[in-house]
Nanobody, 122 residues
Framework: QVQLVESGGGVVQAGDSLRLSCAAS????????MAWFRQAPGKEREFVSR????????DYADSVKGRFTISRDNAKNTVSLQMNSLKPEDTAVYSCAAGPYYSSTAGDYNYWGRGTQVAVSS
């Protein structure tokens, strides 16, 4: 089993930055794809970003390209999401996830954190 715990959420103004972190524990972190998803109240969960097990591949939803950066440190069992130039539409609960292959589909991920709230005001 893998346990994931997010941190770093908060309340910011449009244009500000936040860095989210996800701390993982378990035996297989370095072999798993990691991803970030987000969900606003009353809306469906959406893919934000993913990164391969080695960190060699990553990509982003079109809505965050150029603003967000995903990274991982397998020695520390962490994955991060640097969020710059935040917009009100970025407001959501952000969750990290771990899964067996490089996917942008939530159903392909086996392990989930409970999420951290990001609120961006205008």
């Amino acid at each position: 089993q893998v346990q994931l715990v997010e941190s770093g959420g908060g309340v910011v103004q449009a244009g500000d930055s936040l860095r989210l972190s996800c701390a993982a524990s378990g035996y297989s972190f370095s072999s798993l794809t990691m991803a970030w998803f987000r969900q606003a109240p009353g809306k469906e969960r959406e893919f934000v970003s993913r990164i391969s097990a080695s960190g060699g591949s990553s990509d982003y939803a079109d809505s965050v390209k150029g603003r967000f950066t995903i990274s991982r440190d397998n020695a520390k069992n962490t994955v991060s999401l640097q969020m710059n130039s935040l917009k009100p539409e970025d407001t959501a609960v952000y969750s990290c996830a771990a899964g067996p292959y490089y996917s942008s589909t939530a159903g392909d991920y086996n392990y989930w954190g409970r999420g951290t709230q990001v609120a961006v005001s205008s």
